[in-house]
C-alpha cells in the first residue's frame, strides 16, 4: 500500500481543486478561517461524538450523489478527529471509494487521526466498532489552525504524541520535555518538528502492519482504560491517553519489572502541562466499561506497555486478571 | 492482494467451523437445505433488491454484535447475489474487516458475485452505489444447489458465463454453445467445467485490476442497458446482460465495424435457450434510466464491445452520442 502524500502549507485554499470536488469542514473551523467561505460546494459538519453516526454517513452520502460524485472526485474534509473519522468512512463506501484529502485541524488529528487510513463511526453504543482501512490520498498540514485550538486540546494532542515518543523515540520524548507548554505553541519552528517527527513514526509503523494484525497495535498503548475514562471523567481523548500509559506502567512495574523511572516521568509531564494528577482508583462503571461485559471474563486482551523507553511489550492477558490488578493498584 | 480460496464440495456443513462463526442464510435456501437447520448463530435473509439496503446493513450488524464477533470470528454468507453483495459489505465494516467466507447457491452468483471482492447496496434510488472493495477468505462451492434453481435464473447465470467466454476464451463459449441446456443442467462433470473455467477468467482479470480502474471494466460488457432494462421488463439480471450484449454488438457493426458473426450467435443462443428475442427499441423511460440524468448528457461514459471474439474494446463516448444511436438502432 501507498502512504499519503503529506504537505505541510500556510495556505490550503491554494491546495484546493474546487472542480469536481466538495468541501466538508467543521462548523467551528469554518466560523472562525473565513477563507473556506469562498467554496460552494459545501457541508458544515458539527463534530461531536453522537455525530460519528450512520445518521452523518447518511446526510454525507446524500451530499455526494447530490453533487453527482464521481469515482475521480476529491472530498476534502476539514476538520479534527471526528470530522476526519466519519468524512473518510463515507468516502470509503460511496462508490466504493472516492478520493479523500484530509484537513485536520487539531494537533490529535495533524499527528494521528489523519495519518494510517483508519476510519470508524459508532454504532449501538460503541465506540470506533463500524470503519474501514482507507488512505486518503493527501493530507495538508495547516499550523496555523493551532493558533485557536483551546489549551486542553492542545493538551491531548501532546499526549498522543509522547506515546509516539515513548514507544519510539527517546530523543523525542526528552525534547517535548525539555520545551515548556507555552514554547511549544508559540513556536512553529519547534511544533513543527514535533509533528514531523510523529507522523514519521506513525507512518513508519502503519506501513509495517496497515490491517493492524501485527505491530500496529502498539499504538493502542495508553488505550486500554482511556475510552472509558474519557467517557466517565469528561475529558479530552489524548489526556485519557496520557492517564491510560501511567496506569500501564505501574501495572507493569508491579508485575513486568517495567523500569518505573517511566511512571515518574510521566507524572512529572502531567503535572508540568498542568493536568489533574490521575486518580488511579478506576470506579465499577469505569472497570465495566474497559472491559466493557462481564461475560467476557474469561476471555483474553492485548495490553501494551514499556518494559523501558522504545521498548514496547503486546501482551496477551486474561480480562479477568487484569482487572483484579488493576481494581487493587490503587 | 490475493485471492479467495475456492473449494468444489458436496457438502457444505462439512466446511463450517460454528465455533466463533454465524451463519447468514436466504431464507428459501433455508427451506429447501435441512443441513443448515442445525447450526445455532444463523440470520435468516429475504434476498430481494429492497433489502439490499442500510436497513439490512443495520440489522446484520446488530446480529453481529449481539454474538460478540471479533475481527477473528467467520461469516458464512450463503445465498445469492443479491444476499453476498449485502452481507460481504457488512462484513466488511464491522470492526474494519471481518472474515467472510461466501457459500454462493445460484449459478450467476457461483460464476460472478462470490469471485472479486466487489460487493455493495442500493442507496437514494442508485443501484449499488454504496459499498467496498472487500475480498472472501473462503468461496464454497457446492454444485446441488443449482439442482433446486429455477430455469430462468439458470438461463440468466449461464448468459453471465457466455459474457465471459466472448470475452477471453471462444473455446469456452464453443463449448457452451454445441451443449443443450438440458445436458448443461444434468451433467455435472458440464456444469463444473463450465463454472471452473468462468471462475479462472474472472479471477484472472481481477487480480489484474482489482480497484476497478482498468482491464477489470471489461466485465461491463453488456451492462450499459442491462440494469435499466432488467427493472423495466423484469427479467432477470443474467439475461439483460444477454440483451445488453447482443446491442452493444449491434451497435459496434454499425460504427466500429465488430464482425456480425457475434451478434448473429448471440441471437442463435437466445433463441436455443428459449428466451424471448430481444425488443431493439428501447422506450424513452429505459433510455433515461440508462443514462441517468440528461443533464449529464454532455458526459462520457465508457462501453464495452467485441471487435471480435476474445478481442474486446473500451471505448469512451460522449452520452449525448449513444443515446441517439441506439435510439435509431432499431
Redesign the interface.
Known amino acids: 500500500m501507498n502512504i499519503s502524500e503529506l504537505i505541510y502549507t500556510d495556505n490550503i485554499s491554494n491546495y484546493i481543486d474546487e472542480s469536481n470536488s466538495v468541501l466538508i469542514i467543521d462548523k467551528k473551523v469554518y466560523s472562525l478561517f473565513p477563507e473556506f467561505n469562498t467554496f460552494k460546494k459545501t457541508l458544515l459538519f458539527h463534530s461531536s461524538e453522537i455525530n460519528k453516526s ?1 445518521y452523518s454517513i ?1 446526510k454525507i ?2 451530499f455526494f ?1 447530490e453533487n ?1 460524485l464521481s469515482r475521480n472526485s476529491k472530498v476534502y474534509a476539514i476538520g479534527g478527529g471526528t470530522l476526519l473519522d466519519t468524512v473518510g ?1 463515507a468516502a ?6 472516492i478520493n479523500i484529502i484530509n484537513v485536520p485541524t487539531t494537533l490529535l488529528s495533524m499527528a494521528d487521526a489523519s495519518i494510517g487510513g ?1 476510519n ?1 463511526i459508532n ?2 453504543n ?1 465506540k470506533n ?5 482507507y488512505l486518503p490520498i493527501q493530507v495538508l498540514i495547516n499550523l496555523n489552525f493551532l493558533n485557536t485550538l483551546e489549551n486542553k486540546h492542545f493538551k491531548s494532542g501532546l499526549l498522543e504524541i509522547v506515546k509516539i515518543s515513548l514507544l519510539f523515540s527517546k530523543e523525542l520524548f526528552n525534547f517535548i520535555n525539555i520545551n515548556q507548554l507555552k514554547d511549544i505553541r508559540n513556536s512553529k519552528i519547534i511544533i513543527e518538528k514535533i509533528i514531523k517527527e510523529a507522523v514519521h513514526y506513525k507512518t513508519k509503523l502503519v506501513m509495517e502492519d496497515y ?2 494484525v501485527g505491530r500496529r497495535k502498539l499504538l493502542n498503548y495508553g488505550h486500554t482504560i482511556a475510552h472509558s475514562i474519557e467517557l466517565t471523567r469528561k475529558i479530552p481523548h489524548g489526556i485519557a491517553v496520557g492517564y491510560g500509559m501511567l496506569l500501564m506502567q505501574k501495572y507493569a512495574e508491579n508485575y513486568y519489572g517495567a523500569n518505573p523511572e517511566l511512571s515518574i516521568t510521566l507524572i512529572k509531564l502531567i503535572s508540568k502541562l498542568r493536568i489533574k494528577p490521575f486518580i488511579f482508583e478506576l470506579s465499577e462503571i469505569e472497570l465495566d466499561l474497559v472491559f466493557q ?1 462481564k461475560k ?1 471474563s474469561n476471555k483474553e486482551i492485548d495490553i501494551v506497555f514499556l518494559k523501558d523507553y522504545e521498548y514496547p511489550i503486546i501482551k496477551r492477558v486474561s480480562i479477568n486478571e487484569l482487572r483484579n490488578k488493576i481494581k487493587n493498584m490503587s
Chains 1, 2 share one sequence.
Open positions: 450512520f447518511n452520502l446524500n450523489i453527482k468512512f470509503s463506501i460511496y462508490k466504493r471509494g483508519k470508524a454504532f449501538n460503541t466498532i463500524i470503519g474501514t482501512f490491517y493492524d461485559d467476557l
